[in-house]
């Protein structure tokens, strides 16, 4: 594992250590720490919020490109400590053996069967723990009761395993998360809602699914301040679908309820307590008198989502609530529907107000806006705005001249194009965030906002995109028509950071499409400030690739090369700057210059899914660089003699590789030992059956197959996952 600390660190006492690191301010102790965990954290010895995460592809991509990782077990209130470091599982037992004097304020285990090893090898660390939360995902692994009977600081328990919520919960438990966390879990059952009465008598929050019929009364303890609860409800037998009753007035200390998965709901068979602060609502039809809301005098936020309402809407909202957000899928009148005084945000779509547009008087107070027009052939000339921050508008305007000054930022979407490109937006210095989606765009003829530095191009059909506005530092340009990339086509500020042009139908060199405005020739377009791009599924050819000379993109840090038509790698097409590449879904069966050695930065590689690559490593390696943590080579077909020429021998900073969906490797040993002898740092091989027995006698303790056994295998029964199914999460798995 790489330092924790930098030299000029070290150099100092180690008590005075942590006095400085405490005191230091995080922008500039991030200067003196060189993390061995993912995001833009500060590292505190000695009060962290630890999370070890079961180790997936998605997941370490996402932990190597600095993003937050996504899941059911995280932080929900970091006010206690403000730093926490992120690792797999044998990455914290290094940890610890590194440092032995480490205690985590609080544990996050992302999988119980992590949770039982962390326990039997520094039993230590759990027990000093202020509080532990422990979480399954599928319903394999240790029975419940037994891991956690001795155990007395574990606080939050998320699973998908009816029998670990039927089991003798432990007292100290206040939060409970029963949901089918894991898509692949087909053994997943809602809970019978007399099951409810089981749960701890100090329960804070739960998130559950159950199993109801008809009305909702949950035996719950008083003590609950937080409920989401999803329904899966038997289907009714007469054929006629009933409104269904809700009951949680009992619980008196309950300030934030959310329902979904209802069929059809009647405000009038709602009880809430009066202290409830946030309620949300999602239901196939919900009937239209809403009244009952105005009785909830402490509600702050109110969110309604319904496919349809049952008869016109007759609402009394409290003038408490700040925040309403009501989403249906088809048009919907309202008779009455006056604002509250206090609303700060406002979501409406499909409803139809029972006043004009140009009539309706938004509240003073209002500061973000979204207005999806019930009528989408109404063309809408005149709204009478506050001054907002926010404005999102899926309708057709005349023109843009009705948005407010005060607007940070502009989303127009869906709506007539006319008024997009007659706009006018110079004055608008405020603005930073603009959004054109889906107007079918032809031109870019406005004048931008002077200091706009998000700009949102998505489904349009431009054939050019020239931008002269310097502070602009992300653009999303997907699925537009741009038939070849060159400076006459795609004119980009020097100081752009990020580039999304995902799903762009580009042509060959010399082929002249119905968009073509320009000669059909591919050059240098790109800016060298360049820090993040992405050409997923864009047609590229290697002659393309060539011709585009990225390695000139001497900033860039993540490209993503997904789904294309690439067929030969070669290290002289990238820039050594690198730190995420991915060339996955490709069609790579050549290596030209394998060669990654220089790449200094390079933290990880995904290559996975180029079912011809493995012959090509069969002629010339790949050289892996030291700075390297992550190999996905899954779907490769590598064969015989060819797992020898992935070279690994300075890859000291190596933790995950992925050899998933590959024919039987015999000489796969060749491969391990070197890992096993230049990869200190190790934590899994992920193979599968096929790949993990023959060599699981070897002493291989990094070998895995645990993907070979939950995800992987699960795609691969029929009668438990559809075809569907299997192929919108076998990407996931790769």
Known sequence: M?????????????????????????????????FPTIGKVALDILSSNVIIFKESPRLIEDYLTDCRIEGELFPRDNSETKHSITFDLYGVLRFIVKYPHFRPHRLYVYEISDFEILRRICKWIVDEAKSVSISR??????????????????????TSNCQDVLAEIPSTVTEITYRKVSHLNPFFRPLPVPFLRVFPEHLINVDICVEVEDYFIPKLP??????????????????????????????????????????????????APKQLRNLHIEACTVHGDWRYLAQLTNLRSLQVAAGDIYTNIIAEFPTSLTDLVVDTETECIAETFEFPPRLVSLYLDHIELPVSYPEIQFPHTLKNLHLGLADKDYLLQELN?????????????????????????????????????????????????????GLKLVGLDCRMPPNLENLDLRNNWLPEILLDYTKIRKLYACRNKLPHLNKASLKLPEGLLELHLNETDLHKEGEYSTFSVHPPVYEPCFPESLEFLSLGDSNITDAILNKLELSRCTKLKELSLHANYISSLSSRDFP??????????????????????????????NASNNTKLGSGLVDKPIVFPQSLEYINLSACRIPSNAVQNLVVNDCKNLKWVFLLANKPIPDLSNFLDAVQRFCPLISSVHVDDKNYIPFRSMGFSFLDRTYDHTLFQALKKRNLVSVEDGARYFDEIL
């Open 2 to 34: 790489s330092n924790i600390f930098a030299e000029k660190v070290l150099t100092l006492p180690y008590e005075l250590l942590y006095s400085i690191l405490d005191n230091i301010p995080d922008e500039y102790l991030m200067q003196y720490i060189d």
């Open 576 to 605: 050594k700057s690198l730190v995420f590449l991915d060339i996955s879904s490709n069609r790579i069966k050549k290596i030209v210059d394998g060669d990654l050695s220089g790449f200094k930065s390079l933290r990880g590689i």
């Open 222 to 271: 008083n003590t609950l301040k937080r409920m989401h609860i999803e329904f899966s409800r038997k289907p009714q037998r007469n054929g006629e679908e009933r409104p269904m009753g809700i009951d949680i007035e009992h619980l008196n200390n309950l300030h934030t309820a959310s329902f979904e998965g209802i069929h059809s709901l009647a405000f009038g068979a709602f009880k």
């Open 385 to 437: 705005l506050p001054e907002l921050e926010t404005l999102t508008l899926e309708a057709n305007v005349l023109h843009l001249r009705i948005l407010p000054k005060s607007l940070r930022e502009f989303s127009y979407r869906y709506g007539n194009f006319f008024a997009a490109i007659r706009s006018e937006l110079k004055e608008y210095t405020n603005l930073t965030s603009l959004s054109f989606n």
């Open 137 to 158: 995902r599928f319903c394999l692994g240790p029975e419940l009761p037994g891991i956690v009977s001795e155990c007395s600081n574990i606080d939050h328990l998320s």
